[in-house]
């Protein structure tokens, strides 16, 4: 099947799940090491504030959409991403009252996207949007292919990062699908120069955020702490590293979302969380 055929064939369905954190005592929820957490605590700062703006961007070219099923899908998709933004302030304000200043970072991070829309045109937006939602579908395969880097987690965080892996993974194509059918396929440079730009400021953002967090957790000076941090992003597990070819992929010009097909994968993560929330 070819990978444009399984995105139309793809049925997205929202599923509205509500996370107790306030459970969960530990802020270093991930094991109890601290570094760990903190690497999922960052990009749950990223969240809220990039999932508004990736609604904003694809709702833009809704009417420009020829129909279905790709209407139906972009519907889909914001009822997601709106999901995982209420759940993720809700993370993210679980980890303020555990001494994260969590609120001065999504701050941060709205004013990123603000200027963004500023600066950039609505496809330009709607590319960034493809190139940041291609950013978490690989990280959503990287959770879906190995279970066991959450293995240790508490089972609300082990449950709200399943849960949001498994959606990012169903939506992955419609943003794609939405930019390909505005620009009739013919916008391959606007998408490649968006990612490159969109990579360099993601990481240094992502650094901003590791440096407040590593501050809040009382090693912000300590560069054994940064040289783990790295070790883990890059060297082993190698979260980022893992996610490297794949990142690379985008850059093909025939590239599609879904010719990583990963659909058994989501079926057997969305069993395992079924028997998690039963
Ligand atoms: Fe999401
Ligand atoms: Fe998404």
Redesign the pocket.
Known sequence: MKSRDISRSIRITPRDRHFAFSDVQERDWLGGDTLKSLIFNALSMTFPAG?RF?ISSVKRFRPRISGEPLDSQVGAFMAQ?AMHTREHVRYNQQMETQGCRAAMLQRETQERFEWAQHRYSDLEQLAATCAL?HF?AILADELLCNPDLLKEARTEYRNIWLWHAIE?AE?KGVAFDVFQEVTNGRAYWVRVRTMTIVTVLFLAHMKRLFSVLLADAGRGGSAASWLRLNWLLWGNPGLFRKMMLKWAAYFRPGFHPWDRDNRARMRAAENALALELE
């Open positions: 999932e990736f991403e939602e978490t990012e939506h």
